[in-house]
């Protein structure tokens, strides 16, 4: 194996959460990627991993044939069946899985787990929220016509099984943001793939002549926001959205939605990244406050060990 440059192939069921974070582990390893979406024929497509046997035949993509990965990064549920169907039938590849795979893990090399997870154990790497491919420093050209000046992107989620997000919420989030509004800032608002149309439309409704909005169509300025805000506002429904605004190293405020039960995952998310001096509730500002954090950059840390354990294991053999 090229340790500088391996052969990877990245395994996810399509999903644009999953591809970002595979491919963030994936970038800070090499360049030689291959993405392959994960299809599973019924009733594998449907159960959770370790309840039927895996075969070859479960597996309704064409796997590339031509070539042995050296390490195989998967992320997802369907994804699950894959890695191990890959390890089994190459023993000395690598396989990395993203997030809790709900079974052992024994039938990984490694699996990289949110500390909000609380997962632990000798092959497994603890992150700081979710990995994502944003670095750093990057030089996105401007030709969104948004003005960066003291920028305020508002991040929008939706409702999921541990949070309401209702059309109360929605106006009490609003009449916050408009507090905001000043001649010294600009606004950008950027919905998500989970928020509704009745969402989509009091946003519209409430705040379209105070900021810029984007509802889905067109070209998405999310990067850009990521690179070029001064502040962030996101919904407390997405760990990973607030992961991937912390590259940026300046303030987010989080708005607290209604859980409709306890989650004890988001609760330790959520903890985690307020005592890191990254994140402060939204719900009780008076005012915007300006504060500077370390940029979490979990992707290159993370790739770093690895590399580190795939030398030492190399020498010890």
Not at 5 to 28: F, R
Not at 105 to 132: E, M, Q, R, T, V
Not at 258 to 286: A, G, Q, V, Y
Request: charged residues 25%.
């Amino acid at each position: 194996m090229n340790i500088d440059n391996p052969k990877i192939w990245s395994l996810t069921d399509g999903s644009q959460g999953m591809i970002s974070q595979t491919k963030g582990l994936a970038n800070e390893l090499s360049v030689n990627i291959k993405e392959i979406k994960t299809e599973i024929i019924f009733p594998w497509n449907k159960l959770q991993p370790g309840i039927l046997p895996i075969f070859s035949w479960l597996f309704k993509n064409k796997l590339p044939i031509d070539e042995i990965p050296d390490l195989v990064i998967s992320c997802g549920r369907k994804s699950v069946y894959l890695s191990i169907y890959l390890k089994k039938k190459y023993p000395n590849i690598i396989n990395i899985h993203i997030q809790n795979p709900k079974i052992s893990s024994k039938n990984f090399s490694y699996i990289i787990a949110p500390n909000h997870d609380g997962l632990y154990g000798d092959n497994i790497i603890n992150s700081c929220g979710a990995i994502h491919p944003f670095k750093q420093f990057n030089n996105l050209k401007n030709h969104y016509k948004i003005n960066t000046k003291n920028l305020i992107t508002c991040i929008i989620g939706g409702e999921n099984n541990h949070y309401n997000f209702a059309k109360e919420n929605t106006l009490d989030l609003c009449r916050r943001i408009k507090k905001l509004k000043s001649h010294n800032n600009e606004i950008l608002v950027l919905t998500s793939r989970r928020t509704n149309k009745e969402i989509m439309h009091i946003l519209k409704k409430e705040l379209s002549t105070i900021s810029t909005l984007w509802l889905g169509e067109g070209e998405n300025p999310y990067e850009f926001a990521i690179y070029n805000s001064s502040y962030f506002i996101i919904t407390s429904d997405s760990t990973s959205m607030i992961s991937e605004a912390s590259i940026s190293g300046k303030p987010i405020y989080v708005y607290q939605l209604p859980m409709k039960r306890k989650s004890k995952r988001f609760i330790r998310f959520h903890e985690e990244f307020k005592k890191m001096n990254i994140t402060r509730d939204f719900n009780t500002l008076d005012k915007l406050e300006n504060w500077t954090y370390t940029k979490l950059e979990e992707s290159k840390r993370i790739a770093g060990i690895i590399k580190k354990r795939i030398i030492e294991r190399k020498n010890e053999s």
